[in-house]
Nanobody, 125 residues
Framework: QVQLVESGGGLVQAGGSLRLSCAASGRTFSSYAMAWFRQAPGKEREFVADIRWSGGITHYADSVKGRFTISRDNAKNTVYLQMNSLKPEDTAVYYC??????????????????WGQGTQVTVSS
């Protein structure tokens, strides 16, 4: 059984930083691309960043480019999201997800077959 468990969310002031972690189990973690999504109240879940199994290729949403960094440690079965220069509009529940091997894109939530339970990030102004 695949499990993804996020941690590291919390309340931070605008301009601050947080690092989210996602610990994976039950799958050959290193073989799959991983991503972070977020969902704010009343909004659809949106892509934030993804990283290929090797860690060599990443993509970011325009809204977080230059502020967020995704990384992974395959030895620890963990993917991270370093979030700097946080803004109130970054407030959301953040989810990590494992991409289906049959999905060739990276933006659509339907292309991911396993999800964590989410961690709340709140940025105050």
């Amino acid at each position: 059984q695949v499990q993804l468990v996020e941690s590291g969310g919390g309340l931070v002031q605008a301009g601050g930083s947080l690092r989210l972690s996602c610990a994976a189990s039950g799958r050959t973690f290193s073989s799959y691309a991983m991503a972070w999504f977020r969902q704010a109240p009343g909004k659809e879940r949106e892509f934030v960043a993804d990283i290929r199994w090797s860690g060599g290729i990443t993509h970011y949403a325009d809204s977080v480019k230059g502020r967020f960094t995704i990384s992974r440690d395959n030895a620890k079965n963990t993917v991270y999201l370093q979030m700097n220069s946080l803004k109130p509009e970054d407030t959301a529940v953040y989810y990590c997800a494992s991409r289906s091997p049959y999905y060739t894109g990276y933006i659509e939530p339907l292309g991911y077959d396993y999800w964590g339970q989410g961690t709340q990030v709140t940025v105050s102004s």
